[in-house]
Structure formats: structure tokens, C-alpha cells
């Protein structure tokens, strides 16, 4: 169960990433 939490936490981060490089953001696809 804990691997799958980890899988979606590391989910979300990369489509927040990608997100804001969508919208110009400097993060450029690392979410951070």
C-alpha cells in the first residue's frame, strides 16, 4: 500500500510539472 501512495505522490508531481512548463513555468517538467 505504501508503494502506491508513493506512486501517486511521484503521479501528481510530474503532471504538476508539466503543467507549468505548459503554462511558461521554470520548473521545466520537475515540479519542484
Known amino acids: 500500500m ?3 501512495r508513493v506512486v501517486g ?3 501528481v ?3 504538476v ?3 507549468e ?3 511558461g ?3 521545466e517538467g520537475t515540479g519542484a
Open 9 to 11: 505522490v511521484v503521479g
Open 2 to 4: 505504501a508503494e502506491g
Open 17 to 19: 510539472g508539466v503543467v
Open 21 to 23: 512548463v505548459g503554462a
Open 13 to 15: 508531481v510530474g503532471v
Open 25 to 27: 513555468g521554470s520548473d
